[in-house]
């Protein structure tokens, strides 16, 4: 599997009060990266460049049973206090086009500080395709995953008939809460697309994890279909990241 940057820009900066309570932009020099499920590939921090994560088939972040161990897409992620925590968001794009190809954010709240696929909750958010359309794809799995889907209603510089959909995906913590949101109209509007209230919940049965995961990734579940394509992987490429703490 190949990591590639293929553009580097700057973050515009955010000011913000002077006060021991801000909101800051976390820079990419503060924050150490780390991959799982792309073996050989260095981590490189996604803040100020555009990355493209290639993606093998038979991937996903997905738990519909405990006996499921789908935590098997490439994930680019770092580890910041749970209590500091703000939002993320991100811009992704691909050429979906076969069923579940997917890409995101994630983010993962590990028990007791460890990653373990079958124990870990986590929120994935980003254009997952599907019934032949990419759409914006919302999972949250707590002790099981659900899922929901939301129309794309602005292509942004879309061709007719182009599948490379791009979507600006927010994460972002609201007391003990998560709420996942789209940016639309250049980022002047943002629509709501789910609510996760066990997030940061400390009342729940699990408690609340002291460090948690957040991060890109991209996931192939399908197979290409006809004679040598069943190996093909998928492209998805990210912009635009950005993660706030407290």
Request: proline share 6%; no cysteine.
């Amino acid at each position: 599997m190949l990591f590639q940057t293929t553009a580097i820009w700057l973050l515009a900066a955010l000011s913000t009060p002077a006060s021991a309570s801000a909101t800051t932009t976390t820079s990419s020099s503060s924050l150490k990266w780390h991959w799982l499920n792309n073996p050989g590939v260095k981590p490189i921090s996604p803040v100020g460049r555009t990355v493209t994560i290639q993606v093998p088939p038979d991937t996903d972040i997905w738990r519909p049973a405990l006996s499921k161990h789908n935590f098997t897409a490439p994930y680019l992620y770092t580890v910041v206090p749970a209590a500091r925590f703000q939002s993320v968001q991100v811009t992704v794009t691909a050429p979906w086009k076969t069923l579940y190809d997917q890409g995101g954010l994630v983010v993962a709240f590990p028990t007791n500080g460890h990653h373990n696929a079958n124990l870990t909750r986590f929120i994935k958010a980003g254009i997952e395709f599907n019934d032949g359309a990419p759409a914006l794809g919302v999972v949250a799995t707590d002790i099981l995953s659900d899922w929901s889907l939301s129309p794309i209603t602005e292509q942004q510089q879309q061709q007719a008939g182009d599948k490379n959909a791009k979507a600006t995906i927010l994460v972002e913590r609201d007391g003990t809460d998560a709420w996942v949101y789209v940016l639309e109209d250049g980022g002047r509007t943002r629509r709501a697309l789910r609510q996760v209230t066990w997030a940061f919940n400390e009342d729940d049965a699990q408690g609340l994890a002291r460090e948690i995961e957040v991060g890109i990734y991209g996931a192939k579940p399908t197979e290409e279909a006809g004679e040598g394509h069943a190996r093909d992987g998928i492209a998805v490429t990210f912009s635009g990241f950005a993660l706030k703490t407290v």
